[in-house]
């Protein structure tokens, strides 16, 4: 449920955070779970471990804000001054919640199996951190990937990632070298800036995890295709899109040398209080291929969220699966 810009009133931020109080400064201030005397943040204001308030931190208008000063990225309220230079008032303000969409998504991240084909292969990183207000300065993300003693890093502009990117897009990372004994590889995520300075760490905020573990196969025989599907983000639509069938977890194995896709099934689960119908294109990415249309597909939204199941074709690729090879779909969403 997202809030207008104009017209906020106590009662409308209430119903869409399903706080069980009117005061604005419990609203605000209390836990939905953990917290401390019934609080979720402390008296300096920052959100106490493993708190929750009751309205939704990952949407872009919210009533405080992401900071690092302190080392690691934490969720603070507003203070008048604001810190650091001062340690004024806690600042509880109806118009914070201007725009709030209480139904924002979690950031994401999907990191595919490596299939090492004589010591090589490629880790495939799927990213989207959809309304999530990072600090101003933050302008990155940096990718840090551990196989053995090799490190690579990916430097990737949140618009490309987040809900401004037209269209979500994956990014490879190339790893030769790698010994049969190499059975895994860690990856960490930071809040960057142009440069590639590691800001602050946000493996676990984006995760749930404080290091991202893949595994790695040796063979000569199968690509991966990742299960969850990138998007594009719109305000006023929150999907959820992932392949169902095949049923399971993780990348599905894709032989090498096949040429087509088929028994796919898509489902893509969509919530909005404000349509009912959208519509989309998927595409397939594929290594070292140009991004292949499937088709144009539309579906049904409802405030508490309706799963649209997509049965595809038999998808004839641009090039057969090379050992090695990741793939996945994304899908560039619009409204009606």
């Not at 300065?137 to 990916?154: D, F, L, P, S, W």
């Not at 896709?261 to 009912?276: D, E, F, N, Q």
Request: hydrophobic share 40%; aromatic share 10%; proline share 5%.
């Amino acid at each position: 449920m997202a809030l207008p810009n104009t017209d906020i009133s106590i009662s409308a931020v209430k119903n869409a955070v399903g706080a069980p109080t009117y005061l604005l400064t419990e609203i605000i201030g209390d836990a939905k779970t953990g917290g401390t005397g019934g609080e979720a943040f402390d008296a300096d204001g920052y959100l106490i471990s493993g708190a929750a308030p009751y309205w939704n931190v990952f949407s872009y208008n919210i009533p405080g804000e992401w900071d690092y000063s302190n080392g690691p990225l934490e969720l603070r309220l507003y203070r008048d001054p604001p810190l650091p230079t001062g340690f004024g008032n806690l600042l509880h303000r109806l118009g914070d919640f201007r725009g709030y969409n209480h139904d924002a998504q979690s950031p994401q991240v999907a990191v595919g199996q490596l299939v090492a084909v004589s010591g090589a292969g490629d880790v495939g990183v799927l990213m989207n951190l959809h309304e999530w207000h990072l600090p101003i300065n933050v302008t990155h993300i940096r990718v840090k990937i551990t196989i053995g003693e090799a490190t690579q890093y990916i430097l990737i502009p949140l618009e490309d990632v987040n809900y401004e990117a037209e269209l979500i897009q994956g990014y490879t990372s190339s790893f030769s070298g790698i010994g049969t004994g190499t059975t895994s590889g860690s990856v960490w995520l930071y809040a960057s800036n142009s440069g590639g300075s590691e800001l602050a760490d946000i493996t676990y905020l984006v995760s749930g995890y404080t290091t991202i573990t893949f595994s790695i196969s040796h063979s000569s025989t199968v690509g991966t295709l990742a299960r969850i599907v990138g998007y594009s983000s719109d305000p006023n639509l929150t999907l959820s899109p992932s392949i169902i069938i095949p049923a399971g977890s993780g990348s599905i194995q894709v032989p090498a040398g096949d040429s087509t896709l088929s028994g796919i099934t898509i489902r893509v689960t969509a919530v909005s209080s404000t349509v009912s119908d959208f519509f989309f294109d998927l595409y397939l990415q594929q290594t070292g291929e140009t991004d292949l249309f499937i088709g144009s597909y539309n579906g049904m939204a409802t405030s508490e969220g309706f799963a649209n199941d997509y049965d595809l074709d038999t998808i004839t690729l641009e090039d057969t699966v090379a050992s090695g090879d990741n793939l996945g779909f994304i899908l560039l969403p619009f409204l009606k």
